[in-house]
């Protein structure tokens, strides 16, 4: 399921952003306040980072009658509903990453479909690989098994109508970060199953016409291939087939992370890291 909707441009930054200050030194900020604090390594494999525990979800918290009034078949029809709920939450948030340009939230998540790292990003402190498997990164610390909520999540891992785990695809960290879900994260975690993602990635028009345009063209030319042959209609069946999946995907060209310049910069960064993050910066050496 993939939903494509367009932003329209508004003045100044986002309230969840990524701003940049010198050339290795992130900041994830929510309004003015630090969320997550990050320092591109010296051979530039990596980034070590610290949460700051000032996160707030850009969605309301999730209610269990409206969990269950959605259907619990993962089918298309399930997909789109919660894809529209997160899309009307986070167009009328004042929490959230969205700015002007064309967003896409898709429950196909490919890079997450054989391994996740969500345990090596569980700390407050650590170190995000851009060399390892795609990492997710909560923006606030994972409740226990035994919390209130998380036991409540529990029950429908098992059911299977737990809601998706809102995730946002970030080119800085050659990861995602969570925006919603967390302790629905941990119940499955505590259940020992991967929880449904709905992914959130911007989308360059431009690098997906050019995709676009490259897929056309080669399946103009696999067509006159295949054409030159008796008994054709199987292989074009199947090549026909390729050709839409491979259009959809083309049609989602993903755009890098628009990351705004820090105000105050390394000075700024600095301050903003012994204040939210004591000890941190002194511990990287």
Known sequence: MDLLFDVAPAPGRPPLRFEVAGTRLLVMRQGDRPVVLGRVDDGHYGVDYARTGAYRSPVPPLRAAHAAGVAADRDETW?????????????????????????????????????????????????VDYEGDWPVLPLR?????????VKAYRKQVRDGSLPPVLIWWVSCLCGYVVLDGHDRLAAALAEDREPPWLELTRVDPVEA?????????????????IRRHPGTAPALTLLGQ????????????????????????????????????????????
Not at 215 to 221: A, I, M, P, Q, S
Not at 254 to 273: I, L, N, Q, Y
Request: glycine letters at 12%; aromatic letters at 10%; proline letters at 5%.
């Open 79 to 127: 997909w789109a509903r919660w894809a529209h709920h997160f899309r009307s939450e986070l167009s009328g948030s004042a929490y959230g990453p969205l700015h002007g340009g064309r967003w896409l939230l898709s429950s196909r998540v490919p890079r997450l479909r054989t391994r996740w790292r969500w345990e090596l990003c569980a700390a407050d402190e650590g170190y």
């Open 209 to 225: 016409a050019a995709l676009t345009r490259m897929v056309v063209d080669r399946y103009l030319e696999r067509e006159a291939i």
């Open 242 to 285: 390729q050709f839409g999946a491979d259009l959809r995907e083309a049609e989602h060209g993903e755009a890098r992370t628009v990351a705004w310049p820090s105000a105050g910069g390394t000075a700024a960064w600095t301050r903003a890291a012994e204040e939210c993050a004591p000890g941190w910066l002194a511990s990287l050496g």
């Open 141 to 149: 610390t994972p409740a226990g098994p035994g919390d209130g909520r």
